[in-house]
């Protein structure tokens, strides 16, 4: 028994509109930072910074940035979270890695950034040494009160693996 099909439409060869614009190029981008800790009074205090968003919007957060020419994840979160609290530390151990992608308007962005355990070594809060300016605010906040601050859900997770770790 034969099936017997509709017929295709009947139109001519399919046009694009020329004026759709091609796919975004995607660029991968690395980041690094993550949880310095200092311990007062018995009680462990993360610095957290406040930068606006692409929307405006001030939001807390923990310090991060690019990796610069050929220093690896750990030197870079050593170095980015110096210049955006003003705080020296030394890492103790890695946390751990998010990846997430986003769109700008002329490309899509592959960004994995890698979290850090540190301990504070020295230094005083600041943020007049961010030679992007990112960093508007600085301040410590006790661990276990942190995630109400932190407006990203993947950087109150890894605030939880830290304070885990901690409580060891």
Avoid at 1 to 12: D, E, F, L, V
Avoid at 31 to 48: F, L, P, T
């Amino acid at each position: 028994m034969s099936r017997k099909y509709p017929a295709p439409p009947a139109h001519g060869p399919r046009r694009t509109n020329s004026a759709r614009r091609s796919p975004l190029p995607i660029v991968n981008e690395t980041s690094a930072g993550g949880v310095i800790i200092s311990v007062r009074d018995g009680h462990a205090y993360v610095a957290v910074i406040a930068r606006r968003n692409r929307g405006g919007r001030l939001e807390w957060c923990l310090p991060k940035g690019h990796l610069e020419g050929t220093e690896t994840a750990e030197q870079a979160a050593v170095r980015e979270i110096s210049e955006e609290t003003g705080i020296h530390g030394h890492v103790l151990r890695h946390l751990a890695s998010i990846d997430y992608w986003f769109s700008g308007h002329d490309r899509r962005v592959h960004k994995v950034v890698h979290h850090f355990l540190l301990e504070a070594l020295h230094g005083t809060l600041t943020v007049e040494n961010d030679p992007d300016h990112e960093a508007e605010m600085v301040e410590w906040v006790r661990i276990d009160r942190v995630s109400t601050r932190l407006a990203y859900p993947n950087e109150r997770r890894i605030v939880g693996v830290a304070r885990t770790l901690l409580e060891k």
